[in-house]
Nanobody, 126 residues
Framework: QVQLAESGGGSVQPGGSLRLTCAAS????????IGWFRQAPGKEREGLAC???????????DSVKGRFTISKVSKGDHDATVYLEMNNLTPDDAALYFC????????????????RGQGTQVTVSS
């Protein structure tokens, strides 16, 4: 089992920045990478970024490369905090953002979610 809890969402103006935090814990945590995902009303879930458990390498989808940065601070094998720094936000980035465990190497992470948190809402408007 893995527990995940997100924080840091809120409302920003276009061009603004936010940093999301994912607190992850659990005895199975060392079997998974952790990724960030989002889902807007009426849209499909979208995988954004993943940090590999194998080598801590970051992986991004094209739509967020250069704007979003994923990073992780580990506190042993069963406890970690994963951040998503988001810059130059646009109204298209508004969604419920959540973190989730995914493939150990981040392979196919965009469509692979095992455990997930409840999410944190991001609103982008002027």
């Amino acid at each position: 089992q893995v527990q995940l809890a997100e924080s840091g969402g809120g409302s920003v103006q276009p061009g603004g920045s936010l940093r999301l935090t994912c607190a992850a814990s659990g005895r199975s945590l060392d079997f998974y990478a952790i990724g960030w995902f989002r889902q807007a009303p009426g849209k499909e879930r979208e995988g954004l970024a993943c940090i590999a458990r194998s080598d801590n390498s970051p992986n991004y989808v094209d739509s967020v490369k250069g704007r979003f940065t994923i990073s992780k601070v580990s506190k042993g094998d069963h406890d970690a905090t994963v951040y998503l720094e988001m810059n130059n936000l646009t109204p298209d980035d508004a969604a419920l953002y959540f973190c989730a465990t995914t493939n150990y190497h981040c392979s196919g992470f965009e469509s692979l979610v095992y455990y997930r948190g409840q999410g944190t809402q991001v609103t982008v408007s002027s």
